[in-house]
Each structure stands twice: as structure tokens, then as C-alpha cells.
């Protein structure tokens, strides 16, 4: 574990809507929690969204669709604003992009998009990462310069598995040891045993920053950094837990051959072709 060497917010104050306080906020912790974000109308828009995609047929046996380990409900929908216009909109939402371009200080694309689906009772937890530590190892992202965007869709609580968070994690690398297995992201998406840092280094972050649940009700929003270690719980309640992400990366900072020397994992877990910079939505 070593001291992070990239900047954690690269804009100004003047560059976009977030204040001082709220870019301190960011830089000290690594994230950054907005109670009630979207209004009650554009919320039923995408929750009738997030319907329709799971309920489609046409969304059972696709690669970039994930299954639970042990049934057959959907885990994960990636590449989620290719199957929906309604969720390409939201990544380029005016409220939402300029936050992103901000806090990289420049144009920004979508990296990876997904909806997370944790089902009541039977939603499994994800174990303790950090998405940078994977994206530069298997996809070949050179810096510490994406952030990523969660949408609240259900009310999240302290029952169904909400997202934890260790601030201040983020200003260490923590490298992961042993060597990642061909095709590792196969397994991973359902059951993260490999990529994931030592009880140590954990036992130390936390200690030092405490930890944090985004707990709260469908339309909250969570910006949070790359490097940022962070994790979930199994749903122990009979209510859904379903949020979308986005992850915004740096026009200059557009991926390259895997940094662990493994080959590059599918596309729609790593943009490859279309880094153009997004737009705000009309």
C-alpha cells in the first residue's frame, strides 16, 4: 500500500457547480452523498425503466448481463445506456455531467455503465475493492481519474445492502496479491475472490477513516473516486436494492493494454472504441 501520485479533483470551483466545501468534502473523503437528488417525476421514469429491462426476455443470456451465483435473477445489466434511451439520457443528465467534468477537469465519456439488481433475500454482497486497482490492471486505465456516479432507484437501508464506503481509502493504492486467472471477470461478477485487497491493509483504512453506508431514499445520488474501497452486503430484507452507475473517465485518460499483462476483458466492461466526449442531454 502506497500513497496515491494523481491529483483526486482536477477542476476548479469555477469550473462547475460543486462549491468549495463540497470539492473539500470530495478530496478529504472521496466521495460525495446527495440525499433526494431527482425529482419524484423523473424518478418513476426510471424506475419504469428499470422494469422494463428486467422483465425483457431479450436481456436472458447476454454476455454483458449477469446472473446471481446460484439462481438465475439478474445481477447485473451492463452497458445499460446502449439498451436504453432512457438511461443514455440520464448519463448525460445537466445536473449529473457537469458534476463529472468538474471533478476531472475536462470532457468526459462513459467507461462502463451497469444496473445493479440485489433482490430481496436473495441479492449476494460484493466483497471490499477498488474499481481503479481492476480497470488499470485488466483494462488498462493509465491514472486515478474516473469517478463514479450511483443512482438510488429503491430506498436503500441498512437491511438490503447498501453501498459501503472507507473515506480517505482513496488516497492509497492498494495492490492486490497473487495473479489474476484468465477470464477472471467471469467469476468475479458474481463472486469476487481474486483482486481484492488483504485483511491488513483493510484493517488499517479503516481504523484511520471509519466507515459509511449510502443509505437512503430512491433518488439519492453517490459521486465517488476511482480508487475508493468500497463493498456491500448480502440483502438480508424482503426489499429489492436496484441502483445504475455510471462511470465518467477522463478524455485523457482512455485505457490501453492491460497493466497486469492479462488480455483486455470484454468491451462492455471497458469503453475501448468511443471515448468522444459526452454531451448534455436536451
Known amino acids: 500500500m502506497f500513497d496515491r501520485r494523481d491529483p483526486v479533483i482536477y477542476g476548479t470551483e469555477q469550473d462547475g457547480p460543486l462549491d468549495h466545501e463540497q470539492l473539500e468534502c470530495y478530496r478529504q473523503d472521496g466521495f460525495l452523498f446527495f440525499p433526494a437528488f431527482f425529482t419524484s417525476r423523473e424518478l418513476k421514469r426510471y424506475i419504469r425503466e428499470l422494469g422494463r429491462l428486467c422483465a425483457d426476455p431479450a436481456m436472458v443470456g447476454r454476455e454483458d ?3 446471481e451465483p446460484d439462481s438465475k ?3 447485473s445489466i451492463f452497458r445499460v445506456h446502449h439498451h436504453s434511451g432512457v438511461f443514455a ?3 448525460r443528465h445537466p445536473r449529473v455531467l457537469p458534476m463529472a467534468e468538474q471533478l476531472l477537469g475536462s470532457p468526459v465519456y462513459v467507461h462502463q455503465s451497469r444496473i445493479n439488481y440485489k433482490p430481496g433475500f436473495k441479492g449476494k454482497g460484493f466483497n471490499w475493492h477498488s474499481d481503479f486497482e481492476t480497470w488499470h490492471a485488466e483494462d488498462g486505465m493509465p491514472g486515478m481519474r474516473a469517478v463514479s456516479c450511483s443512482i ?5 437501508d441498512e437491511f438490503n445492502g447498501p453501498l459501503m464506503l472507507i473515506p480517505g481509502s482513496h488516497r492509497y493504492f492498494v495492490p492486490c496479491a497473487g495473479p489474476t486467472p484468465e477470464n477472471h471477470y467471469k467469476e468475479s461478477l458474481k463472486h469476487q475472490q481474486f483482486g481484492v485487497p488483504d485483511n491488513g491493509s483493510l484493517e488499517r483504512l479503516i481504523r484511520a477513516g471509519g466507515l459509511r453506508s449510502a ?13 475508493l474501497l468500497h463493498g456491500s452486503n448480502a440483502n438480508m430484507s424482503p426489499r429489492p436494492r436496484s441502483n445504475v452507475f455510471f462511470v465518467y473517465n477522463s478524455v485523457f485518460n482512455t485505457p490501453h493494454r492491460p497493466f497486469s499483462g492479462t488480455m483486455r476483458r470484454p468491451e462492455f466492461l471497458s469503453e475501448r472504441e468511443d471515448f468522444g466526449p459526452l454531451e448534455v442531454a436536451a
Open 65 to 67: 448481463v449477469i446472473t
Open 73 to 75: 435473477k439478474i445481477r
Open 152 to 156: 438510488i432507484l429503491t430506498d436503500n
Open 215 to 227: 443509505t437512503g431514499p430512491a433518488g439519492s445520488l453517490l459521486l465517488f473516486d476511482c480508487n
Open 89 to 91: 439520457d440520464l448519463c
